[in-house]
Nanobody, 122 residues
Framework: QVQLVESGGGLVQPGGSLRLSCAAS????????IGWFRQAPGKEREGVSC?????YYADSMKGRFTISRDNAKNTVYLQMNSLKPEDTAVYYC??????????????????WGQGTQVTVSS
């Protein structure tokens, strides 16, 4: 059973931090490209960050978000700092079996989690 499960979302005040986790089961994510995406109500899904042999961040996330991987735990993390109300969305992780390209293009990813809600509000 191939599965991705996100966790770590919640309510945080502007300027605060959260760490999201993406736990994989049924496969080893070491050689997959893993992407984080988000979707706010009424808006299209947008790319946040991805990791393969390197990392990539969307412009609005650079300097605030950090993606990392713990192979022993088969988990990818997204550390989010200096959060803004505009960051409020459901955050999804996804896996690309090619494991080479790190591109924030949803059709490139074969496996998706169910998402975790992040709300930034005072």
């Amino acid at each position: 059973q191939v599965q991705l499960v996100e966790s770590g979302g919640g309510l945080v005040q502007p300027g605060g931090s959260l760490r999201l986790s993406c736990a994989a089961s049924g496969f080893t994510l070491d050689y997959y490209a893993i992407g984080w995406f988000r979707q706010a109500p009424g808006k299209e899904r947008e790319g946040v960050s991805c990791i393969s042999s390197s990392t990539y961040y969307a412009d609005s996330m650079k300097g605030r978000f950090t993606i990392s991987r713990d192979n022993a735990k088969n988990t990818v993390y997204l550390q989010m700092n200096s959060l803004k109300p505009e960051d409020t969305a459901v955050y999804y992780c996804a896996a690309d079996p090619s494991g080479r390209l790190c591109v924030l293009w949803p059709p490139s990813y074969d496996y998706w989690g169910q998402g975790t809600q992040v709300t930034v509000s005072s």
